[in-house]
């Protein structure tokens, strides 16, 4: 596999995508319940192969990236060969921005001496998707770069 396989949530939800996955292989329901109990390394094969095509996918469209820890904010844009980050440290140690108060302290002080901000970028040294899945194995989730883009457009101005 080149990712993970996705959880038993996450194939409960792409049942009906599943299913035609299964279709194009030839493989009906009845064949896919023989395969599960006759020949059960195909039948994980499948999982996996379903499970790397779901993630490129999503991979494949994933823009921007945020992660947050107690005192940290990282937030990533992915283009096609780099990646481009904001980090955010407060720089107070009672902060916590895992909390809806930390990140009205955030929202507060955003641009003064409590917040440390970086600015970096960094060029893809492996494939752009298995970058961008190891964020997400650090932590990272996916988001519409709301936050990202504020920062970014002041520190732009």
């Known amino acids: 596999m080149k990712y993970t396989r996705l959880t038993k949530e996450q194939f409960d939800e792409l049942h009906a995508e599943f299913a035609s996955f299964l279709a194009t292989q030839a493989i009906d329901k009845a064949e896919w319940d023989s395969l599960k109990i006759n020949k059960p390394e195909v039948a994980e094969q499948e ?3 379903f499970s790397d095509l779901i993630w490129e996918g ?40 895992l909390t809806k108060e930390g990140l009205q302290w955030l929202s507060d002080n955003m641009f003064t001496e409590n917040i440390e901000m970086k600015v970096g970028k960094k060029v893809f040294t492996e494939d752009r998707n298995s970058s ?11 988001s519409e770069g709301q936050l990202f883009t504020q920062i970014n457009t002041i520190l732009e101005s």
């Open 132 to 142: 961008v899945f190891e964020l997400i194995k650090q932590g990272a989730f996916l």
């Open 58 to 97: 999503v991979l494949g469209r994933a823009e921007f990236l945020e992660h947050f820890s107690k005192n940290h904010i990282f937030l990533f844009q992915c283009f096609d060969t780099y990646v481009q980050s904001i980090v955010l440290k407060s720089l107070v140690s009672e902060t916590d921005f």
């Open 47 to 49: 999982l996996d192969v």
